[in-house]
């Protein structure tokens, strides 16, 4: 699980109900039963105009991948590559053929390497699914982006009906509460929809969306460094750009890179 996500969850949670406990108002008071449909329903409503129905489905059921722990780690997938570019070199490429991948990407890759294909088609394939998935998580982003925008409008739709409401009863003060209510508690639904909730899992999708492109590029520059042959350590140098300076790690050995190939529970022979 992703601790920013469960951490900040939590002090998003605290935050609100701690500073309403401390207005000495009862939490009952800050539900409302007409503010829930015209904000959430009517929000949720408007969404579903905008796109759809599998896209927004989708989008929903993505939300999970923010509090999931990241499953790509850049510095295994290279040395995971330079293990298969040493396979490759010292047996061909059929030699890779009983390596067991748990990544799809690069088992993918590796399948189109070991059938044959030359190295422009390899490249054009999988640059063509990096594309795709790339459009497919962003399809999710745009979906919550359009939550965060339309939220705040529900809310402020929310208020109008509030305060309408409350002039057509200015004859009756004991109804002026309750309309007053709603025309405040909808602005604060749709804002803290908006900048506490479907805001941020928007931008912490979009980090993932980032994670899996710069994950499946490096699998791409792999793959096609080792149809192209080249040297196992001249590709861990190229590869070493896509890591942090204070993540890069010198070339394996050749016994290092036996031993790695011996335990690695993601690439084992049959």
Do not use: W
């Not at 207005?23 to 949720?44: H, K, N, R």
């Not at 790339?134 to 402020?156: Q, Y």
Request: charge should be negative; charged fraction near 20%; avoid cysteine.
């Amino acid at each position: 699980m992703d601790k920013g996500s469960s951490i900040g969850l939590v002090v998003l949670l605290v935050a609100v109900i701690g500073g309403i406990l401390s207005t000495g108002a009862p939490m009952i008071s800050f539900f409302d039963v007409p503010s829930v449909f015209i904000v959430i329903i009517g929000t949720f409503g408007a969404v579903m105009i905008s796109y759809r129905l599998p896209v927004f489905i989708v989008a929903l059921l993505n939300i999970s991948l923010a509090f999931r722990a990241q499953t790509t780690h850049p510095l295994e997938t290279v040395e995971q590559l330079v293990d298969l570019a040493d396979i490759s070199r010292s047996g061909g490429f059929l030699a890779m053929e009983g390596v067991k991948l748990s990544d799809p990407f690069m088992a993918k890759a590796k399948d189109l390497l070991i059938d044959g294909h030359d190295i422009e088609t390899l490249e054009a394939i999988l640059t063509k699914e990096i594309f795709l998935t790339k459009e497919r998580n962003n399809s999710s982003v745009k979906v919550l982006n359009s939550f965060t925008e339309i939220a705040p409008a529900m809310g402020m739709v929310g208020t109008l009906i509030g305060l309408v409401a409350m002039l057509l009863s200015m004859e009756d003060p004991k109804t002026i509460g309750k309309s007053m209510s709603v025309a405040l508690l909808t602005t604060l639904y749709g804002a803290l929809i908006a900048n506490g909730i479907t805001g941020p899992l928007a931008r912490k999708l979009s980090e993932r969306s980032s994670e899996i492109k710069q994950h499946q590029s490096m699998v791409r520059d792999g793959f096609v460094r080792i149809a192209n042959g080249d040297n196992p350590k001249a590709i861990h140098e190229y590869l070493q750009s896509y890591l942090e300076e204070t993540k890069r790690r010198p070339p394996l050995s050749a016994s290092e890179l036996q031993s790695q190939r011996a335990s690695s529970i993601d690439a084992k022979t049959e």
